[in-house]
């Protein structure tokens, strides 16, 4: 009498993981995307981001297909970073305005006006990634926001949405501008503006406070 053998399901195949020399390839073309982006816009060639990253062009299609792969890439990246320093500045700091002052001045050291040109059309803005990164970054600011306003140090009538504005504003990149250096006077500037966010308030603003999603609004 013959025994048959047992059968047992097959194992779902992993996929396998990145190696490490892919991993750092990818980084470097999103840290050249980004920085030519900054200096040049979102339409700048794709074969000199690849020769900033230090790699060949076809590495750059290997990771990504097309522009507009690179351009969600580099976005996700910047708001991720963006986040990671509201959420450190909250964890670190114990003064609830000198974490908000050193959340802005990070944010606008990443450049993230440079994101507003090529949140443009023909750019899913929908993408469950982008809708997940910008609520993790809406609530990484509001908490710090609601800190420093439980401490009476931040006035009532702001939100996301106005110091987003701010710091788009003032890292926006003005290709062809005359003015030149003008990066140095950003944290200048910036120092002027959270002036204004202090409690309490010298002037009643016109309008309503503007949040996050206000600004993702055609």
């Given at each position: 009498?013959?025994?048959?053998?047992?059968?047992t399901a097959a194992e779902p195949r992993r996929?396998?993981?990145?190696?490490?020399?892919?991993?750092?390839?990818?980084?470097?073309?999103?840290?050249?995307?980004?920085?030519?982006?900054?200096?040049?816009?979102?339409?700048?060639?794709?074969?000199?981001?690849?020769?900033?990253?230090?790699?060949?062009?076809?590495?750059?299609?290997?990771?990504?297909?097309?522009?507009?792969?690179?351009?969600?890439?580099?976005?996700?990246?910047?708001?991720?970073?963006?986040?990671?320093?509201?959420?450190?500045?909250?964890?670190?700091?114990?003064?609830?305005?000198?974490?908000?002052?050193?959340?802005?001045?990070?944010?606008?050291?990443?450049?993230?006006?440079?994101?507003?040109?090529?949140?443009?059309?023909g750019f899913d803005k929908d993408l469950p990634?982008?809708?997940?990164?910008?609520?993790?970054?809406?609530?990484?600011?509001?908490?710090?926001?609601?800190?420093?306003?439980?401490?009476?140090?931040?006035?009532?009538?702001?939100?996301?949405?106005?110091?987003?504005?701010?710091?788009?504003?003032?890292?926006?990149?003005?290709?062809?501008?005359?003015?030149?250096?003008?990066?140095?006077?950003?944290?200048?500037?910036?120092?002027?503006?959270?002036?204004?966010?202090?409690?309490?308030?010298?002037?009643?603003?016109?309008?309503?406070?503007?949040?996050?999603?206000?600004?993702?609004?055609?």
């Amino acid at each position: 009498m013959s025994t048959a053998t047992p059968t047992t399901a097959a194992e779902p195949r992993r996929a396998p993981r990145p190696r490490a020399d892919a991993l750092r390839n990818r980084e470097r073309i999103i840290a050249a995307a980004r920085e030519m982006f900054v200096e040049e816009g979102a339409m700048v060639p794709l074969d000199e981001i690849a020769r900033r990253a230090g790699i060949g062009n076809a590495t750059l299609y290997r990771h990504f297909k097309d522009r507009a792969e690179l351009i969600t890439s580099v976005v996700l990246a910047v708001m991720e970073r963006v986040s990671t320093a509201a959420e450190t500045a909250t964890a670190e700091e114990p003064d609830a305005f000198a974490a908000l002052r050193r959340f802005v001045f990070a944010a606008a050291d990443e450049r993230i006006g440079a994101l507003c040109p090529m949140l443009s059309e023909g750019f899913d803005k929908d993408l469950p990634e982008l809708n997940a990164s910008r609520e993790r970054l809406d609530e990484a600011v509001r908490d710090l926001m609601a800190r420093a306003r439980r401490g009476g140090q931040l006035r009532d009538d702001v939100d996301v949405g106005d110091l987003m504005v701010a710091l788009t504003q003032l890292t926006r990149p003005l290709p062809g501008t005359a003015c030149p250096n003008m990066d140095r006077f950003v944290h200048r500037h910036l120092q002027l503006f959270l002036d204004g966010l202090m409690a309490p308030a010298r002037s009643e603003l016109p309008g309503t406070a503007a949040t996050l999603q206000d600004l993702s609004q055609p």
